[in-house]
């Protein structure tokens, strides 16, 4: 009888080590699926990004209800000009909604933070580097593409010599674009 029992222990271990298993399994293939990015989401919005510049060609041209906007000034340190900024914004007429905010400044390097939005709500965030020494090369290009508020894509490529730009990139791509957004309606809101 002593024997039965251990043997039925050792059957109820067995399936109880399967049945954790095929727990463990399920969360785990859960977690990878939903971690999966539906592809139709990241090229449709890199799809309407290149609509957006597109459109923001065009519309001095041929559309009132949209407007593009530039703000460019020196960057100095006393008498010293170290650089220079532009801001770069296209958005609809009435400056509630907004397309694309773009900057860029060159005190060092040329920085492009480039930011698209859909319905007011941010989608894709660029971030370029470019050094002026060597006919404007790309040395550093980031992506980031958005759902909500999450980080659903993302691509990133170093060239040699970006390392040392780096503290220039290392910010939250996402919170810089929500921050100029909000910089945007609040400036076309007092314009008001």
Known sequence: MIYNLELIIEVIMQQFKQFLLTIILTTCSHRFLYAQVNPAIVSGIKVYSKQVDSLSKLSLLYNNDLMSSVSEGIIKTGKKIDGGFGLYTFSNQKGDSVFRIEYHENIDINIYKTYYFKHNNLILSKVILQEGNQGLKIIYR???IYEGNVCIWTNTIKEKG????????NFSMFDDGMASLTQFLKNTHNSK
């Open 142 to 144: 980031k992506e980031e």
């Open 162 to 169: 970006a390392e040392r730009y780096l503290d220039k990139v």
